[in-house]
C-alpha cells in the first residue's frame, strides 16, 4: 500500500470519526469477572485492543467499532453487534481467536481489510443482505470457517479475503459470479477449485 494510499484512509476515517462528534469508549484496566459495559449515547468504541474480554454485547446507538477496536482480545467468544453499526474499523476483531460466531447488522455495507483475519475459531459468519464489499484479508485464515454465502448486492472481493481458510469447503455466491472476471476475482479471494461453489440464479 502506497503512502499517498496510506494517508488518503487515514483521513477518511479521521473524518468519519469526526463527523459524528460522539463521546468515545476507551477500555483500560479489566478484571475477567466483570461485564463489559458502554455508556449511554457512545457512538464510537475504541481502544479495547488485547483486553481479557469473553463476552461482548454492544449496545443500540453504537455506529462505528473503530479500527483494531477488539483485536487480539483472546479470550472474547462471543460478540452481539447493534442493528445501529454503520462501519466496522480494519483489523476490528483480528486475531480474536475464540470467537465462534459473528453476525452482521444489516447498516454495514463493508467489512473492511483483515477484520476477521486470524481468527481461528471462527465457524460461523452471517453477512447482511446489504454488503457491498469484503476487503483484502477480511477472514483470511479463519481454520474453522467451513462455508460462507456472499449476499446478492456484494461486488468487489478483495485479495486474500478468505486466503488460508483451511476448512472452507463450501461458497455460496450470487449468480453475477459467474463471469470469468469474477472468477479471477475468486481465485484472487482464495475461494479455488478445492471449494464447492454454488452460484445462485438471478431472481
Known amino acids: ?12 476515517n479521521q473524518l468519519e470519526l469526526e463527523e459524528l462528534n460522539p463521546c468515545t469508549v476507551v477500555c483500560m484496566a479489566f478484571r475477567p469477572e466483570e461485564l463489559f459495559s458502554i455508556p449511554a449515547g ?3 468504541v475504541e481502544g ?7 463476552e461482548v454485547g454492544i449496545p443500540e446507538g453504537v455506529e462505528i467499532l473503530a479500527n483494531w477496536a477488539f483485536a487480539q482480545c483472546q479470550r472474547l467468544e462471543w460478540v452481539s453487534l447493534p442493528q445501529t453499526l454503520r462501519i466496522i474499523g480494519e483489523h476490528a476483531f483480528r486475531e480474536c481467536v475464540s470467537l465462534t460466531e459473528i453476525t452482521i447488522p444489516d447498516g454495514v455495507k463493508e467489512i473492511r481489510g483483515g477484520t476477521f483475519f486470524g481468527c481461528s475459531a471462527l465457524g460461523t459468519a452471517t453477512l447482511p443482505p446489504g454488503l457491498r464489499e469484503i476487503g483484502a484479508y477480511a477472514f483470511s485464515c479463519c481454520d474453522s470457517l467451513r462455508e460462507i454465502v456472499i449476499p446478492d448486492g456484494v461486488q468487489a ?3 486474500g479475503a478468505f ?3 483451511s476448512a472452507l469447503c463450501r461458497a455460496e455466491l450470487p449468480a453475477s459470479f459467474r463471469v470469468p472476471k469474477k472468477q479471477e476475482m475468486l481465485d484472487a479471494a482464495g475461494i479455488r477449485e478445492n471449494i464447492r461453489v454454488y452460484r445462485r440464479e438471478s431472481p
Open 1 to 12: 500500500m502506497t503512502d499517498d494510499r496510506i494517508e488518503k484512509e487515514e483521513r477518511t
Open 42 to 44: 457512545t457512538k464510537i
Open 48 to 54: 479495547c485492543r488485547g483486553q481479557n474480554y469473553q
Open 157 to 159: 472481493l478483495g485479495r
Open 163 to 165: 486466503e488460508g481458510c
